[in-house]
């Protein structure tokens, strides 16, 4: 198991900015990928961002695309979601996830790839 604790979910107006954070235990954050994902009442989860193992592959849902930025910090084992130009439709609860393997290419944005996820932090953008 890795636990993965998310925070830095809240209320916000629209065109502002948050920063959600997700912190891994364990020594094998370095080996992973991790992913955001968001979910709506009712709906599946949906891919927002992933960066591989080595950070040097990202990838981003189109409907996010120049609005937010994943990173990781290997020294926290903490990754974030830098998210700006926040829309009402933004609005979600946002989960982070990691995947053993390092990179998963194409599959990277696909939430049955990731074995381990988050409990998951609102987001709520008000217009």
């Known amino acids: 198991q890795v636990p993965l604790v998310e925070s830095g979910g809240g209320l916000v ?5 948050l920063r959600l954070s997700c912190a891994a235990s364990g020594r094998t954050f370095s080996s992973y ?3 955001w994902f968001r979910q709506y009442p009712g709906k599946e989860r949906e891919f927002v961002a992933a960066i591989s193992c080595t950070g040097g592959r990202l990838y981003y849902a189109d409907s996010v695309k120049g609005r937010f930025t994943i990173s990781r910090d290997y020294a926290k084992n ?3 979601l830098q998210m700006n130009s926040l829309k009402a439709e933004d609005t979600a609860v946002y989960y982070c996830a990691a995947d053993r393997t390092c990179y998963s290419g194409s599959h ?10 988050g409990q998951g932090t609102q987001v709520t953008v008000s217009s």
Do not use: F, L
């Not at 107006?13 to 900015?17: K, L, N, R, T, V």
């Not at 990277?108 to 996820?117: C, K, P, V």
């Open 78 to 80: 903490t990754v974030y």
């Open 108 to 117: 990277m944005n696909i939430a049955g790839e990731y074995d381990y996820w």
């Open 33 to 35: 990928a991790m992913g």
């Open 13 to 17: 107006q629209a065109g502002d900015s």
